[in-house]
């Protein structure tokens, strides 16, 4: 089975990214590789992690890519340069554009921290999505991963992991809890897809054989 090349997609530290680094390197995901790491902040941690990694890495930071356009097309030519398969959205903080999900549909995934579809749409990022949670008086919160379409937070579910949330909680120890639940969920959720996709194009191999 040949390995399926991982374009992620990161704005920050990147922990769900280094969760997938380590997947990979601990044989967690044997049909994964990473391909090409994309930032548009050049000083995102994830970013420098790539490099101490040794994997090759793309910045289009707002100054040389101020439009979601310019942004959109120039991640849409380097994935394509670099082959990838599947891109993995780990942290990052723009809306795709109309090249990279029309170039990738069905292959991009994303995680997001919450039990969508709650708490989820425009807006609903970082810790507002907690704050929110526990304004609410939720018992329960988690993290969901699924594949990104045109509307934000609103593609196909793949998996989700839940916590408990505590009356005590702050939005910051929530993220915390929800986070060690993302590092957990992301990688076994990719590692599901990749079979997945493995499976569908087999069958259409199969299928076009017999026509
Ligand atoms: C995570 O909470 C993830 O759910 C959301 O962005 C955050 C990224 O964190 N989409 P990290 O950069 O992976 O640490």
């Given at each position: 089975m040949r390995k399926m090349r991982l374009g992620l997609l990161l704005s920050g530290r990147g922990s769900?990214?280094?969760a997938i680094v380590q997947a990979i390197q601990q044989g967690q995901l044997p049909h994964a590789e990473i391909a090409l790491v994309i930032s548009n902040h050049a000083?995102?941690?994830g970013l420098a992690f790539a490099r101490e990694q040794n994997l090759a890495t793309a910045c289009f930071p707002p100054d040389t890519h101020p439009t979601r356009m310019a942004l959109d097309q120039a991640m849409a030519e380097i994935l394509k340069e670099y082959q990838v398969d599947?891109?993995?959205l780990a942290?990052?903080?723009r809306i795709l554009g109309p090249h990279v999900l029309s170039a990738y549909p069905h292959r991009i995934l994303n995680?997001?921290?919450?039990?969508?579809p709650a708490y989820g749409g425009k807006g609903?990022?970082?810790?507002?999505?907690?704050a929110a949670v526990l304004k609410n008086g939720?018992?329960?919160?988690g993290c969901t991963v699924h594949v990104v379409t045109e509307t934000v937070d609103g593609g196909p579910i793949l998996g989700q992991a839940k916590v408990a949330v505590a009356p005590s909680d702050t939005p910051e120890c929530l993220a915390q809890k929800v986070l060690e639940q993302e590092h957990r969920l992301y990688p076994e959720m990719i590692g599901n897809y990749i079979q997945q996709l493995f499976k569908t194009e087999g069958?259409?191999?199969?299928?076009?054989?017999?026509?």
């Open positions: 769900n990214f280094k000083e995102a941690g599947l891109v993995i942290g990052f903080d995680i997001h921290p919450s039990l969508l609903m990022v970082g810790l507002k999505v907690h939720e018992k329960e919160s069958t259409a191999l199969h299928d076009a054989t017999h026509v």
